[in-house]
């Protein structure tokens, strides 16, 4: 388990992320689970310190005190990660409910009509003050396989710099659980990838899903994993209630558009396009250049947070105290997509950059907001809690 070093602990909680290693599959390529885990620090250090509510207002968060600790995650036969950070007192209870949905920290959910607002959540600590949580997050589903060298284009970038720039605590679903009240009531945010291979939601567990958003809980659904039309069937089933959907079919940044918008520079970034559009007035678009994408699926309803290629990326909803956020593709998770690693062209030297250096710097660390749009996302998402903080200077806030 990674700690702090002595000099980039500071005196404030904040919240940790990461894709581990789980078990390799079939091709040998090890598949990954997320894990957050919450430390405390003690030094001021020299990076910047990000929390979600910069983005909007000014804020601290609430120094718990104690010693640094971490949380812990286990994993159990069927794969699944158990974290041990778990309490909660807020009760939050809408109608279409198959229970109550308690909510995992101590929030004052925002009003859903405006976006703007942040979260007034502390970290909840044990006895002693220590083991604190921000945001318990859940990810479901199957990774993505594809990337710039399929079947081998790492998904640990994104974990190496949340590792090193926050904390937290979280579980990885491959196989779909028992989703009722009990189960949802543990967490703040969801993460949805591939649920291809899921089977149907029941009619219990949609209801039991729309309350825990209803009653403040986040999703992140990313789609474009594979090739088949029907991936996004049990995504649009059970998010039906938030009026978007993944449109059947559709195919968003696909080699046309990546010859039309690069050229002679398509070698700089592998098979990905890139892809910008960004609503500048959205939350999640602020400060947003690029991200790649390939493949993915257009987004139908919702309020627009990315369109290009002719469609929407991006969108999301806000559904009485929960939020919603439909994104068309998976590359964002991909390591070649943060780091370049695997790209059969590297653009950031001249030589490799076109007979006349037009594709100088086309390249994902240049182009990329990656980082950024990690961080707007989980931000939104839940809520803007004034607890989750990164540190990463290549992250703009206002």
């Given amino acids: 388990m990674t700690k702090w070093p002595p000099a980039l602990r500071s005196s404030q909680s904040h919240l940790k992320l990461s894709l ?25 250090w020299s990076f910047l310190t990000l929390s979600c509510a910069a983005v909007i207002v000014a804020c601290t968060a609430p120094d718990p005190g104690g010693s ?80 710039a060298v399929p079947g081998a284009d790492g998904q640990d970038a994104v974990v190496a710099w949340l590792n090193s720039n926050s904390t937290g605590e979280a579980e990885y679903f491959p196989t779909k659980p028992a989703i009722n009240a009990e189960y949802l009531r543990n967490y703040d945010v969801i993460v949805i990838q591939n649920l291809e291979l899921w089977p149907a939601f ?32 049990n995504v649009n089933d059970l998010l039906a209630f938030s009026g978007m959907s993944f449109v059947p079919a559709s195919d968003t940044a696909n080699e046309t558009q990546r010859a039309t918008k690069l050229g002679v520079c398509q070698d700089c970034y592998g098979s990905a396009v890139p892809q910008g559009g960004w609503s500048t007035t959205h939350p999640i678009g602020l400060d947003m250049k690029q991200v790649g994408a390939f493949h993915g699926r257009a987004v139908m309803g919702g309020t627009l947070v990315a369109q290009e290629f002719g469609a929407t990326l991006g969108a999301t909803a806000e559904l009485d105290k929960g939020h919603v956020f439909f994104f068309h593709d998976e590359w964002v998770t991909y390591n070649s997509q943060w780091t370049g690693v695997g790209l059969p062209t590297n653009c950031t030297v001249a030589a490799m950059s076109g007979p006349n250096g ?34 990463d200077d290549t992250i703009i806030i206002l």
């Fill in 20 to 44: 581990l290693a789980h078990n390799a599959g079939p091709s040998g390529a090890p598949s990954f689970f997320l894990k957050v885990i919450v430390m405390q620090r003690k030094l001021v």
């Fill in 68 to 147: 640094t600790t971490t949380g812990s995650v286990t994993t159990s036969s069927t794969g699944q990660t158990t974290a041990s950070n778990t309490t909660g007192s807020t009760t939050a209870t809408t109608g279409n409910t198959t229970g109550d949905i308690e909510l995992t920290s101590n929030a004052e959910t925002t009003d859903d009509s405006s976006s703007e607002e942040t979260t007034a959540r502390e970290p909840e600590c044990d006895a002693n003050g220590e083991n604190c949580v921000c945001i318990q997050l859940a990810t479901w589903g199957g990774l993505g396989t594809f990337g």
């Fill in 202 to 233: 029941t009619a219990e567990e949609k209801a039991a899903f729309e309350a825990w958003v209803r009653a403040g809980g986040g999703v992140i659904a990313l789609n474009g994993y594979s090739a088949q039309a029907n991936e996004m069937a």
């Fill in 358 to 391: 037009e594709c100088l710097l086309e390249h994902p660390t240049e182009q990329y907001t990656i980082p950024q749009f990690w961080y707007n996302s989980i931000c939104w998402a839940a809520g803007n809690p004034t607890c989750f903080v990164i540190e």
